[in-house]
């Protein structure tokens, strides 16, 4: 069955979307058949793939609120082995719809779990693109991941973020889902002439040690150019340092797989 | 009474915070008294401001969902001028908590009215910093304010997600709030250099025309080292680019207050 991969961080603009997007293009490449679940209310991963608010029939909205089968729900893309499930701006109203909802925090795993009776769990990896915050949409994500990927912004304030989401992960872990594990830490927008970025890597280094990908992603324009064109980076501009990064990255990610 | 300004936008890490902490503490130099409200549960804002989270006995949770008094959370700063209400991490929960309360978008808006009728309203401005979500906390602000403004980052998926915002401002005039306009739209960690920040900027030039101030936020890292010291950047470093820029944009805050 497919590793559930959630890409997790309530700090606003740390390159959530962006790995999600980059990560999944890079770990298709390598030949994994991998999904993308668009969670955000603000559908930029449904954007960066190509699929604008047009095409956007079924949603994660459908999925969660409506109890839809995950897979009538599923698109294509633009990349070989990639598919997505589109956002819905709806996505905004889940924590009040489902305020006295039973079971409000499994919606997404009983999707998932649905989706591999049928047989198509031919998936390798499903990852999972958050909403900047801690709210039920998140919680989903975590109850339904086997693991969390942290992108982190080197920056003073994603540092100080980590604690609260890490402390969410506990929580989740004791009461909706024993198996999650943090994955990896992935340092981003990283720029090494800079001094608060170089402290950043250190003290997250010092504190985490191996849960931190080698792998860093530097600040790349050719990165946040691509979702203009509806492509990630690695199709919009496959030899930019950006797009280098993301394929060091998957790599990364399925040696670290394997020796779990 | 004091002019309320809500910095909005639900798109994450746009500087929202920065341009709350750094426009209040300008204003507040130019002799108005000013204070902010942090209601994003992650508390950058605070920690920016030098409150730790050991200093936030009452915070903005406090006044939303016990409804405090706001003059009993009120504390001062480092800087002469300007006072701060802290955030608490327990605002993550205040969607649910508030789910089927009466009058759930109106507690700042109350809170702002106690306020006025204790004679404490000296104060000329409050700004107030919230989460990178539309959600009932934003919704509070948006009540309560007499304007709205837009910290706008100057790349693509920021971009993507003003139409959302400014249809939820429409929602918050009709329905909640009839004085609400757009006090403006101001461009963050703008880069000359780089083509996709002019061409952002020159496309929300086109739509929106004077809502968006003429003064630009450049990108500095000294902004970006100030609250790694819980100090304002225009005290880190007043004579920095981006201190510099903030002084700016609070002159013509007030020339453009002037002029309604
Ligand atoms: N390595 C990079 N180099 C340059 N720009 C980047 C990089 N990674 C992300 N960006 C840009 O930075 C901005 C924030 O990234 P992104 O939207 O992926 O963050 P996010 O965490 O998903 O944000 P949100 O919290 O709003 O969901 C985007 O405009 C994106 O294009
Ligand atoms: N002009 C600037 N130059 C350099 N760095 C900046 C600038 N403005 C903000 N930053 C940095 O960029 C990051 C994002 O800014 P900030 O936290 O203020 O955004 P936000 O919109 O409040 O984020 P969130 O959506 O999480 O609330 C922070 O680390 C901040 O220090
Ligand atoms: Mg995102
Ligand atoms: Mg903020």
Redesign the interface.
């Known amino acids: 069955t497919p590793r559930v991969l959630a890409v997790v961080n309530?700090?606003?603009?740390?390159g959530k979307?962006t790995t999600a997007i980059n990560l999944a293009t890079a770990l298709a490449a390598i030949g994994q058949k991998t999904l993308v679940m668009d969670i955000d209310?603000?559908g930029?991963a449904s954007?960066?793939l190509g699929v604008g608010p047009a095409d956007r029939k079924k949603t994660t909205y459908d999925v969660i609120v409506d109890e839809e089968k995950l897979q009538s729900t599923i698109l294509s893309t633009l990349v070989p082995n990639l598919w997505l499930v589109p956002a819905h701006?709806d996505l905004?109203g889940v924590?009040?719809e489902l305020?006295?909802a039973p079971r409000r925090s499994y919606r997404i795993k009983q999707a998932l779990d649905g989706l591999t009776k049928t047989g198509t769990d031919k998936l390798d990896y499903i990852l999972i693109d958050c909403?900047?915050?801690?709210?039920v949409l998140t919680v989903n994500a975590l109850t339904a991941a086997d693991g969390l990927i942290v992108p982190l912004?080197c920056?003073?304030?994603a540092l100080?973020?980590l604690s609260?989401l890490l402390r969410t992960v506990d929580l989740v872990r004791t009461s909706l889902n024993p198996k999650l594990a943090i994955q990896g830490i992935v340092l981003t927008m990283y720029d090494g002439r800079?001094?608060?970025a170089r402290q950043v890597s250190t003290d997250v280094r010092q504190h985490f040690g191996d849960l931190v990908y080698n792998t860093m992603i530097p600040r790349n324009?050719r990165i946040?150019?691509a979702?203009?064109f509806g492509k990630p980076a690695l199709i919009y501009d496959h030899s930019c340092v950006g797009s280098k990064a993301y394929m060091k990255l998957a790599s990364e990610l399925i040696k670290r797989e394997k020796i779990e």
């Open positions: 309530q700090k606003g603009g740390v979307t209310p603000q930029n954007t960066g701006y905004a924590e009040l305020a006295n909403p900047p915050s801690l709210n912004q920056e003073f304030f100080e973020g609260q800079n001094n608060l324009v946040s150019e979702p203009g």
